[in-house]
């Protein structure tokens, strides 16, 4: 069992780089397999959801060539298989981005049911079948945890597809399925991530001719072949958003390299009114706080809006705020699974449905703690920092999804955590599903 053991009460202070964008990298890792060609990606994430992506088109047939620890070569040209193995999608939630990149490039594909973070609530993929439908492709969903899409042509056929609810992963899917499809598809009421603009970045940089990617409306005329060349993935907006909610928790004064600022607006406006100071310089943002938090609300809503992601960091950071904040979430039909968990380091949070109310205290005590995702875990670890005493939590492979080097980029910015290895307990053991 390995766990991070944090002394709490230590401002921050320092510099910290943000590495690439983990939902960018795990859908444009998956749009490899759309191009008959060598793909160079720059600024790769080293976080252990990439390297399953990787280790998944490994399976595929993919050659995979590590330049340094950041830039990768992936040729698909040779792709022996459509079919995945069923231990490793069920381990990943951008799993099911192998099933619009390979039916986009062979008509076909098998993939195992994906798995993902476990919000406590249902993880639909009905929107993504709908534009595979539109598109031609006949899909079975209850065959031995796989999922089928095949095309009776071999090739998919462009389509108007309308979106029921603003997926993030539907829009993503489709794109790569119409990247390689007859004619033009459209997209409406698509998602607006900035990882949907970098997909679509990838793409056209490798000859696709996607537009709009970015508004609602994303249209894709579909061409005959992409062909290889270089990408550097952008960086993480919600792992730049967590050292930045670290600061407003612990107080301190850290400057936030590697940033996109304009990915950034929606999380500093919140902690603006939380009257944290946030200073943009080109590509880094200065965080600092140096007086209490003030109280504020709080709803989520996808891009532009405040992105989930962040609900369970900044939920923290409003638990020792001034008064009392309204949290909603309204992109997941819940979302609050680590809030018992801030509740045994002191945090008076009442959950009602959607909604959270946070009445903020004068400080954290820290626990024993376990993560149950992936945000959950990056949330007892900003509790853990802004706590009196010392915190263990434990599950901390949810967190290594997604955060690179988490304990040192805290470490250099002055934090007392380490990471500490205990042999399993039997019977307690078990990766499960992350
Ligand atoms: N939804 C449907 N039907 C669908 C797809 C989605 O009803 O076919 C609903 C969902 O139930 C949810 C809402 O639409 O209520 C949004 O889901 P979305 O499809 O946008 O989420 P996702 O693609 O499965 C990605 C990120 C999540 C992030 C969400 C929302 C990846 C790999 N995952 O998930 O990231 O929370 O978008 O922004 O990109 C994380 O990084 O911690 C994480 C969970």
């Known amino acids: 069992?390995?766990?991070?053991?944090?002394?709490?009460?230590?401002?921050?202070?320092?510099?910290?780089?943000?590495?690439?964008?983990?939902?960018?990298?795990?859908?444009?890792?998956?749009?490899?397999?759309?191009?008959?060609?060598?793909?160079?990606?720059?600024?790769?994430?080293?976080?252990?959801?990439?390297?399953?992506?990787?280790?998944?088109?490994?399976?595929?047939?993919?050659?995979?060539?590590?330049?340094?620890?950041?830039?990768?070569?992936?040729?698909?040209?040779?792709?022996?298989?459509?079919?995945?193995?069923?231990?490793?999608?069920?381990?990943?939630?951008?799993?099911?981005?192998?099933?619009?990149?390979?039916?986009?490039?062979?008509?076909?594909?098998?993939?195992?049911?994906?798995?993902?973070?476990?919000?406590?609530?249902?993880?639909?993929?009905?929107?993504?079948?709908?534009?595979?439908?539109?598109?031609?492709?006949?899909?079975?969903?209850?065959?031995?945890?796989?999922?089928?899409?095949?095309?009776?042509?071999?090739r998919l056929k462009g389509a108007s597809i309308y979106l029921d609810v603003v997926s993030v992963g539907a829009t993503i899917n489709i794109m790569m399925a119409a990247a390689l499809a007859e004619g033009n598809t459209v997209i409406d009421n698509a998602a607006k991530e900035p990882h949907i603009v970098d997909l679509a970045n990838f793409l056209n940089s490798m000859g696709a001719n996607i537009r709009g990617a970015g508004t609602d409306t994303i249209k894709i005329q579909g061409v005959d072949r992409l062909s290889g060349g270089t990408y550097a993935i952008i960086p993480d907006q919600i792992e730049a958003g967590t050292y930045m909610a670290a600061v407003a928790a612990t107080g301190g004064q850290v400057l936030i390299k590697n940033i996109i600022p304009k990915h950034m607006d929606c999380i500093t406006a919140k902690l603006l009114e939380c009257g944290v100071e946030v200073e943009q310089q080109d590509d880094t943002l200065l965080v600092r706080r140096s007086s209490p938090l003030k109280r504020t609300n709080v709803k989520t809503l996808p891009y532009p809006g405040f992105p989930t992601d962040m609900q369970p960091q900044m939920t923290t950071v409003l638990t020792l705020a001034q008064g009392t904040s309204l949290v909603t979430e309204s992109v997941w039909s819940s979302r609050y699974r680590y809030v018992d968990e801030l509740k045994r380091m002191g945090a008076k949070i009442q959950v009602d449905d959607k909604t959270a109310i946070v009445e903020g205290v004068d400080h954290l005590t820290g626990a024993p703690l376990q993560a149950s995702d992936l945000r959950a875990g990056a949330a007892l670890v900003i509790a853990a920092l802004a706590a009196h005493g010392v915190s263990e939590i434990t599950q901390i492979y949810y967190v290594e999804r997604g955060y690179e080097n988490i304990v040192g980029k805290l470490r250099a910015l002055g934090a007392d955590i380490r990471l500490v290895e205990e042999p399993d307990q039997p019977g307690l053991t078990g990766m499960g599903v992350s």
């Open 1 to 154: 069992m390995t766990k991070y053991v944090i002394s709490g009460g230590r401002p921050l202070f320092g510099e910290v780089e943000i590495s690439g964008a983990k939902n960018a990298a795990v859908a444009i890792i998956p749009a490899a397999l759309l191009v008959d060609g060598v793909c160079r990606l720059e600024n790769i994430p080293q976080i252990s959801d990439v390297t399953i992506c990787l280790k998944l088109l490994e399976q595929l047939g993919a050659q995979i060539r590590s330049i340094n620890p950041h830039t990768v070569e992936i040729d698909c040209r040779h792709i022996r298989s459509t079919r995945t193995s069923y231990d490793l999608p069920c381990r990943i939630r951008a799993s099911y981005y192998l099933i619009g990149a390979l039916l986009g490039r062979f008509g076909t594909a098998e993939v195992a049911m994906p798995g993902g973070c476990n919000f406590g609530g249902p993880r639909p993929i009905d929107q993504h079948i709908k534009g595979f439908t539109a598109m031609g492709a006949q899909v079975f969903t209850a065959e031995g945890g796989f999922i089928h899409a095949s095309t009776e042509s071999g």
